[in-house]
């Protein structure tokens, strides 16, 4: 391959252009929506004639978007933990052990990523009510954990997989139990497949939708996809269009900055946990 | 059953310690998928079987089969039903395609490899709901750009067919990305010395990719196919943002939920429920039955 002839780079520029502007275009637009002023929104181009932050300042003006930001960070981040910190141990012995009840296991959490949200959606909304855990944030953190369970066992379980047993060993022979070794050898060697497990996860609770707006009814647990769903405009005579692309785009930035930083880790993550083996 | 000892009953220490340490390890996960998904199913098989009006909390009653015969009966249902498999079948069969081509880009190109790698995971990132705004405003007339290329008067998201095609491209633009990093996965397993030799025996790039690289993929196929299938399935984020499941463009996913939130009957609503739930019981069922798609989970045995 060291002679690659012109009209062949060419022709990979071209498609590698057409791939970047697939994946950016509809980015590219919301954005471009949040810095037009009110006069301007309509003009229906793609670079604002007039940038104004007047979208943005109007968002955090409002508990409304505020809140919900704080929720999403706050729920997000205590699903995230839980998940990851249950997933670790779950997947160490699916990696590492033997015994009787793996297969039930993994079948359990196979069927749990198959599982319709909104099967869960009625039954939930009732027994949260019940026990008075609806519209809080352990009312999304519960299921936001659980429906990240099976990812994150998988991922995990397929890192863990790649990790040299023979340290382990060594650790044993050393005198240590198999809960040090796993403990002071294990979980440092993991620790990245743990963080790329940490950020899909992440990602997938930030995502949620369904739940988002079936468990929660006022400011105190909707999370920002919920919310600027049911954003208003400042007065009845105006659109919320540049409100909710402000709030779109600032729920979009964190995305932005982890696939920047940890592109390699994220793409070794989505595709470890489906088809190795 | 690979995971038992080699020598028979009699444990020793070292084993029955790793045995208990796995099952301790596994306990939490295991409790908390079981009282979040096994328990609710169940108490939504219960409420389907009730007269259950939110607005009358009081008058439940036991009603056996009747909100299944009630749904079952009703175009609402089919129409839902049938407009889900559409979106479910186009997309994914889209996706197939495109991620294969994207997934080809991804491990081929010669350069800006690393750029396009971070380029398709933002569509796959991204929240759906800020994609479904992005598109919903797109082809919103005399705001959107790409409504601006439709005849004058076109409002494509207020009507049926219009509208269900920009539910699947949405869809399809959103989870190609998916599909492509599962498919990629595949093609990393076919070696390239067996491309090499088909090359020196002059084969074309299509046989190539036909008589070589699509057989050896055929278990990443399955299981993009599987889970991205069962995904569409399940679709409401796109739907609720671009249409609410107006004209007709509804999922079973939306039905459920506007009888839920909207009709306030939580007997129906659950019984819809348990309905999808089956379906997607089905589509699973299915694919490991007539393709033989290796569940993911089955690669641990060894």
């Known amino acids: 391959m060291a002679a690659v002839g012109k009209t062949h780079a060419t022709r990979w520029a071209i498609v590698n252009v057409v791939v970047v502007l697939y994946a950016l275009f509809p980015v590219w637009w919301i954005a471009a929506l949040s810095f037009k002023d009110p006069s301007t929104l309509t003009d229906g181009s793609y670079i604002p004639t007039d940038w104004t932050l007047e979208n943005y300042k109007g968002i955090f003006e409002t508990s409304e978007f505020t809140r919900a930001l704080i929720n999403s960070i706050g729920i997000a981040l205590i699903a995230t933990l839980i998940a990851v910190v249950l997933g670790t141990m779950a997947a160490y012995a699916v990696a590492r052990l033997r015994f009787p009840g793996k297969q039930l296991l993994i079948g359990m959490s196979l069927l749990i990523a198959m599982f319709p949200p909104i099967s869960l959606v009625s039954p939930l909304f009732n027994i949260e ?40 060993k060594a650790a044993k022979v050393d005198g240590a139990t198999a809960a040090q070794a796993f403990r002071l050898v294990i979980v440092p060697l993991a620790a990245p497949g743990v963080f790329t497990t940490a950020i899909l996860v992440f990602i997938f609770c930030w995502n949620d939708f369904l739940f988002a707006i079936s468990l929660t009814s006022t400011e105190s647990a909707r999370t920002v996809p919920a919310a600027i769903a049911f954003f208003t405009g400042s007065s009845q005579f105006q659109q919320p269009t540049g409100s909710i692309a402000a709030a779109a785009v600032v729920i979009t930035i964190p995305i932005i900055v982890f696939v920047l930083l940890f592109q390699r880790r994220i793409v070794a993550g989505l595709t470890s946990g489906a088809v190795k083996g | 059953m690979t995971d038992r000892p080699p020598r028979g009953n009699a444990l020793s220490e070292g084993a029955r310690q790793e045995r208990r340490l796995g099952w301790l390890l596994c306990a939490p996960a295991v409790i908390v998928m079981l009282a979040v998904t096994a328990y609710p199913i169940g108490y939504a098989v219960y ?130 990305p998916f599909m492509a990093l599962l498919l990629l996965a595949g093609l990393a397993l076919v070696p390239d010395e067996t491309l090499k030799a088909a090359m020196v025996d002059g084969a074309t790039a299509w046989q190539r990719f036909v008589r070589i690289m699509l057989p050896l993929m055929k278990p990443a196929i399955l299981v993009a196919l599987l889970f991205r299938t069962l995904d569409a399935f399940r679709i409401f984020d796109n739907i609720y943002i671009l249409t609410a499941g107006a004209q007709d463009t509804g999922s079973v996913s939306i039905l459920g939920y506007d009888n839920l939130f909207t009709a306030l009957n939580l007997g129906i609503g659950s019984a819809i429920s348990v309905l999808i739930f089956i379906c997607v019981g089905i589509i699973a069922f299915t694919f490991v039955k007539l393709f033989g798609a290796a569940a993911p989970g089955a690669e641990v045995k060894r």
Request: net charge negative; no cysteine; charged share 15%.
């Open chain 2, 47 to 176: 409420l389907s079987l009730q007269r259950y009006d939110l607005r009358f909390p009081g008058r439940a009653e036991f009603v056996g089969l009747d909100n299944y015969g009630a749904v079952l009966s009703s175009p609402f249902w089919w129409d839902a039903f049938w407009v889900t498999l559409f979106i479910t079948g186009v997309s994914v069969a889209i996706e197939l395609v495109l991620g294969m081509g994207l997934a080809l880009v991804m491990h081929r190109t010669l350069f800006w490899r690393g750029t396009i790698r971070t380029a398709v995971l933002i569509p796959y990132g991204i929240v759906t709901v800020v994609a479904a705004f992005s598109w919903q405003y797109a082809w919103t007339p005399d705001l959107g750009y790409l409504a601006e290329l439709l005849p004058e008067g076109d409002a494509p998201l207020t009507e049926q067919w219009p509208a269900l095609w920009l539910i699947v491209l949405a869809e399809v633009w959103k989870t190609t």
């Open chain 1, 129 to 168: 009510r019940i026990i008075g855990i609806f519209d809080t944030w352990p009312g999304l953190i519960i299921p936001y954990m659980t429906f990240s369970l099976p990812l994150a066992i998988y991922t995990l379980s397929a890192f863990f997989r790649e990790i040299p047993w023979d340290l382990e």
